[in-house]
């Protein structure tokens, strides 16, 4: 069974910064799509970054600047890298994976657990 292992949350004053990490708990044979969402309380979830197989990425234009999403596909993970963090960024995150586990497998998508996220004076 896969599983996207996050790490890397916590709290963090304004202007500081946090890296998180998600990581794929088994072998995978193919990752396409890989994503960070987050969601704030009374809030619906939103696609914060993503980054496909060999594309560019892109942001959300609250994050623009400030915000990158990188991966190792040697290590199947995906990392986001907050800067400048403002109380607003204030959430669960969530990482987010599109993979196959053999060449003969359908393609299926994958959530990490959530890691909170906390700015706050």
């Known amino acids: 069974q896969v599983q996207l292992v996050e790490s890397g949350g916590g709290l963090v004053q304004p202007g500081g910064s946090l890296r998180l990490s998600c990581a794929a708990s088994a072998n995978i044979f193919s990752i396409n799509d890989m994503r960070w969402y987050r969601q704030a309380p009374g809030k619906q979830r939103e696609l914060v970054a993503a980054?496909?197989?060999?594309?560019?990425?892109n942001y959300a234009d609250s994050v623009k600047g400030r915000f990158t999403i990188s991966r190792d596909n040697a290590k199947n993970t995906v990392y986001l890298q907050m800067n400048s963090l403002k109380p607003e960024d204030t959430a669960v995150y969530y990482c987010?994976?599109?993979?196959?586990?053999?060449?003969?497998?359908?393609?299926?998508?994958?959530w990490g657990q959530g890691t909170q996220v906390t700015v706050s004076s």
């Open positions: 980054i496909p197989s060999g594309g560019y990425a």
């Open positions: 987010y994976a599109r993979l196959r586990r053999s060449s003969g497998a359908d393609w299926a998508d994958y």
